[in-house]
């Protein structure tokens, strides 16, 4: 009705009834709440229940969140009487609620409350006065019309607007003003812009609403007028309360302080770089006048980001180096997600350095031209390949770049065919990117790819600063590798030559090995080796060396067949073998060495002539092949090592005739020294014999006649006297006989008359048998328990006999207080053993190697023969025999016996 109202017009309203009322403050309330004004409404009259009613229709929701107060009158007189008048209170409401605007709805002012026009215009605020039309003669309803921008006045059944004329002449002034402004505002060449700011519970600025904006404003931000004035600022640019610029909070630092702001920031939604001039017009609202300074500033990135860039080629001291740090580099200043450098290794071009991409992208994608799914095509192949011309997504350099792969691969037919099956980096769902060339001249080294999931990352111009910086990285490592290549040169010469001396000087070929493929691996960056050798009688190959695994998996490689593995084969045809690529390949024979890690292996045959006696071969987990001269360096390791090891073999040769014919002598030796000390034995067996057939027959007879005599004297003269004699006498022949008979049984010890018997009951039986009445010695059979169901051929008289002489030695060994025999067994799956251990005085050491000889005792009354009849009964048996003894602690004697007869004894 009234058309647009400015900040600090004031209307006038003659009103009737109060329903006169209700037909237009909501409307002119509705009007201020869509605008975002705090709206206050005071009713010069009570109203009826239906008024406030109608009046209250669709303003509930205002009402609700504070924005829309409603004031009875006899309150809004309160009031107009208080400090600063209502008008004050209503102003200091809205700032703190949040709201920059202020529109009233209320009685008449008075004069003295100073809440009148004059006070509306000067704190800019909206007001709409209501006078009853009853209370007003003719001159007072003009003379008030007058006092205000525009009366409103009922006449006939509708309202009709009075302007007064000081109305009419400022509203055509301002007019003409705005016109001027207009032209003026829409031919800057500055952005400009004029809001509004908003503001939360707290006061906090949250947003701004767009006011006016001019045409250069359109032309610099790409946003038309007709889609954000009287929008807020966040719903015409997402993501603007999180942009790092700040850009709500230092307008809202403008709008309520009216400090003047000048700064210059990235806008990143806009993806400009803008130099802002902001001021307020008045409280709570701003105008920001700016200029796009995009090229600018890209051309100052530029030339830093240049100028860094040459510092760090300066700075490099290798080729390696200058690649870390230049993917480094690339990855911090481009703000790409993922960025990976591509340079030529022999026919292909492997990643060497990648930055950002998931685990596996760079093993899977590195190789271009090896087999399997890396030869598939795709744009990097294309792009090293120079295959780009006449095609609109290359640039004339020969780059690739987009902002929207997917969207490119799907309108450009010719870019997806390029693709081909490829297609990782938009299946892995990269929207941005770029593959810039490496170049040298006219020669492609290499390619810098750089990728985003973002669209829109790439520009033409950031596209052309890749080229050129890529071109610079070019020129570096062409020098850096020309040197590299001279350097190297001279170090694989200076090593084989090295390696040569060591083997020529070296007195353990084995252990020069080992120097020089440790070397070989260190020179060429490898991580592991194997040298295998081949062993005839087994047809096998056997690991001699290797480096880069764990012990154990070395143990677990140690025998490899003909044929298995790339070792296998080679040695099986002789010929070298190159896997490369190998995590990818799915080359069978690589298996063994991909479970390692390996990405590409060389092996080499180790030949004598044409004889293939082994292999030598590297291997590295870094990168996926060797070049050529690397390989040639592997094959002049590998014949210095064929030479070492041909010479280790003939010393081993040598050393082994050497070996046989010392065991040789010293077997003669032995069987000479056997023979002679079995004649010597044989020769005292035969004396024993002789001397036991003299004594048993010269002194049995004399024996048995003191025998006789001493049984009839003490038969016929029962003298007490006499008794003690004669039972002495008796005692002395029994001893002599035992001597005699002992002699004999030695004198004629027969060959074992073999039976299966049990050591358990052998042992067992002999333990009951040789006790004796000592009360204070313990004997202890639990050890032989196992032996219970372990039987042996043997002869049981004689076993028994060894039995009977071990545990009668260790009685006499012990003392009647206090000992202790101990009688333990144990038996394998081809013998058996026994040992009598006791805890009497022990023997000397000196004593015990003659323990075994005949005649030779350390007892008062022994013949020294029981040990003598028990080392010839085990000898018989194929056994053997031994003592131990620790002086004051006791003695043990141990009998081992085979389960089964010796052959020449069946």
Not at 307 to 335: I, K, P, Y
Not at 396 to 411: Q, R, V, Y
Not at 482 to 511: H, I, K
Not at 786 to 811: S, T
Request: hydrophobic residues 40%; glycine residues 10%.
């Amino acid at each position: 009705m009234v058309g647009r109202l400015l900040p600090g017009s004031h209307l006038c309203q003659f009103y009737e009834t109060p329903d006169e009322l209700l037909e237009l403050v909501p409307l002119y309330l509705r009007a201020g709440l869509e605008n975002g004004e705090f709206c206050v409404w005071a009713p010069p009259v009570p109203l009826t229940a239906a008024a406030a009613r109608k009046a209250a229709a669709g303003c509930r929701k205002y009402v609700e969140k504070g924005q829309l107060e409603i004031i009875p009158a006899g309150r809004w007189s309160g009031l107009r009487a208080g400090p600063g008048g209502a008008v004050s209170y209503c102003l200091a409401r809205a700032a703190e609620l949040g709201f920059t605007g202020l529109r009233l709805a209320c009685p008449a002012p008075h004069p003295e409350d100073g809440g009148g026009p004059e006070k509306i215009a000067a704190v800019g605020a909206l007001a709409l006065f209501a006078y009853p039309r009853a209370e007003l003669d003719a001159v007072s309803l003009l003379e008030t019309a007058r006092n205000h921008n525009l009366a409103l006045l009922r006449n006939a059944g509708r309202w009709e607007v009075l302007e007064s004329r000081e109305a009419r002449l400022t509203n055509a002034a301002l007019l003409r003003s705005e016109e001027k402004l207009d032209s003026l505002f829409n031919n800057m060449s500055e952005g400009f812009a004029l809001h509004r700011i908003v503001l939360d519970k707290r006061g906090t600025p949250c947003d701004y609403v767009f006011l006016e904006v001019n045409e250069a404003f359109e032309a610099m931000t790409g946003l038309k007028a007709a889609d954000v004035v009287g929008k807020k600022a966040t719903q015409v640019i997402p993501g603007l309360e999180k942009d790092p610029a700040g850009w709500i909070k230092r307008y809202g630092d403008v709008a309520l302080t009216g400090r003047s702001d000048q700064f210059e920031s990235y806008s990143v939604a806009l993806r400009k770089h803008f130099s802002v001039s902001a001021f307020s017009t008045r409280r709570g609202h701003f105008a920001v006048m700016f200029q796009d300074i995009t090229a600018r500033m890209q051309a100052e990135r530029e030339r830093r980001i240049t100028v860094d860039f040459l510092r760090l080629v300066n700075e490099a001291v290798s080729s390696g180096e200058l690649l870390r740090r230049a993917a480094d580099f690339f990855h911090e200043r481009s703000g790409c997600e993922a960025v990976a450098i591509r340079l030529r290794d022999g026919g292909d071009y492997p990643y060497r350095e990648t930055r950002g991409f998931k685990p596996g992208f760079a093993a899977a994608e590195s190789s271009l031209c090896g087999g399997g799914a890396s030869a598939r095509p795709c744009l990097c192949g294309a792009v090293l390949g120079g295959r780009t011309a006449g095609n609109n997504f290359f640039t004339a350099h020969g780059s690739f770049w987009t902002g929207s792969l997917p969207g490119l691969l799907a309108s450009e037919p010719e870019a997806a065919a390029i693709a081909g099956e490829r297609g990782r980096c938009a299946a892995e769902g990269y929207r941005s990117m770029a593959l810039v060339p490496i170049h040298q001249g006219e020669d492609r080294l290499g390619l810098l790819q750089l990728n985003d999931r973002r669209e829109g990352v790439f520009t033409a111009e950031s596209a052309n600063l890749w080229e050129r910086l890529a071109d610079q990285l070019g020129v570096a490592l062409a020098k850096f590798r020309a040197e590299e290549s001279f350097r190297w040169g001279e170090q694989r010469n200076l090593m084989l030559s090295r390696s040569a001396a060591l083997l020529l000087d070296a007195e353990d070929p084995q252990a020069s090995v080992d120097i020089i493929c440790a070397a070989t691996m260190r020179f060429l960056d490898c991580q592991v080796f194997f040298n295998y050798l081949a062993v005839p009688e087994r047809g096998r190959l056997r690991l001699n060396a290797s480096r880069g695994i764990p012990k154990k998996e070395a143990a677990r490689i140690r025998w490899l067949d003909y044929g298995s593995a790339v070792c296998g084969c080679v040695a099986r045809s002789g010929e070298r073998i190159i896997a490369s690529d190998i995590q990818t390949s799915g080359d069978p024979r690589a298996a063994l060495v991909r479970g390692y890690g390996v990405r590409a292996y060389c092996c080499h045959p180790l030949k004598f002539g044409k004889e293939v006696f082994g292999t030598i071969s590297f291997g590295t987990t870094r990168r996926n092949a060797f070049t050529a001269k690397e390989i040639s360096m592997m094959e002049d390791t590998a014949a210095m090592v064929a030479v070492a090891l041909r010479r280790k073999k003939a010393d081993e040769v040598v050393q082994r005739d050497k070996e046989t014919l010392r065991k040789l002598v010293e077997e003669q030796a032995g069987s000479l020294i056997a023979a002679r000390e079995e004649l010597e034995r044989a020769k005292r067996l035969s004396d024993i014999g002789t001397l036991a057939a003299t004594v048993a027959h010269e002194l049995r007879n004399p024996l048995a006649t003191i025998g006789m005599a001493a049984s009839n004297i003490k038969r016929k003269a029962a003298n007490p006297d006499l008794e003690k004699h004669l039972v002495n006498i008796d005692k002395k022949v029994f001893e002599s006989n035992q001597i005699i008979n002992n002699l004999l049984f030695y004198s004629r010890l027969k060959m074992p008359h073999y039976e299966t018997v049990s050591v358990h009951a052998i042992l067992a039986e002999s333990a009951e048998d040789s006790t004796r009445p000592h009360s204070g010695v313990e004997l202890s059979l639990g050890g032989i328990d196992g032996l219970r169901d372990v039987f042996l051929e043997a002869d049981p008289l004689q076993i028994g006999e060894v039995a009977n002489n071990l545990l009668d030695n260790a009685w006499d060994a012990v003392a009647p207080r206090g000992g202790r025999i101990e009688v333990t067994g144990a038996s394998g799956e081809d013998h058996v053993e026994f040992t009598v251990r006791d805890n009497g005085q022990g023997v000397e050491e000196g004593v015990l190697a003659r323990v075994f000889d005949p005649f030779f005792t350390t007892k008062a009354k022994g013949t020294g023969l029981g040990l003598a009849v028990c080392r010839q009964i085990v000898d018989f048996h194929g056994g053997e025999i031994s003592m131990s003894s620790v002086p004051g602690k006791g003695s043990a004697v141990t009998v081992r016996l085979p389960r089964k007869r010796r052959a020449d004894a069946a």
